[in-house]
C-alpha cells in the first residue's frame, strides 16, 4: 500500500494560508511557521503529521498527497476543519 509522509499548517482563513505561503516561499521555515501559527495539535512538531496511507485523511488532503510534487508547499487546501498549507515529504 502507498504510504506517504507529510507536514502541514491548519488556519482558520484563506488569507492567512496565503500569507504563511509567501513567507515560506520567501524563506522562513515550515516547521517554524507550523510551531507558531498552526491550530492543529501537530503544528507543535512543526506540522508533522507522520505516516499515513491512501483513505486516512479527509478527501481533500488525499487528493494533493497522493498527486502532487514533494517538497513543495501546497494550499490552501480547505477542508471541514479550516485551511491547510501541505508538503508532502515522502510517498512510497
Not at 513567507?23 to 507558531?36: C, L, S, T, W
Not at 507522520?50 to 501546497?74: C, H, K, R, W, Y
Request: one cysteine or more; charged letters at 25%; glycine letters at 10%.
Amino acid at each position: 500500500m502507498t504510504q506517504a509522509t507529510a507536514r502541514h499548517i491548519l488556519v482558520e482563513t484563506e488569507a492567512k494560508c496565503d500569507e504563511l505561503k509567501q513567507a515560506i516561499e520567501n524563506g522562513q521555515d515550515f516547521a517554524e511557521v507550523a510551531r507558531e501559527y498552526s491550530r492543529c495539535p501537530s503544528g507543535r512538531n512543526g506540522g508533522d503529521l507522520g505516516s499515513f496511507g491512501p483513505g486516512q485523511m479527509v478527501p481533500e488532503f488525499d487528493q494533493a498527497v497522493f498527486n502532487s510534487d514533494l517538497n513543495t508547499v501546497i494550499g490552501p487546501i480547505r477542508t471541514q476543519f479550516g485551511y491547510h498549507l501541505l508538503e508532502v515529504t515522502s510517498r512510497s
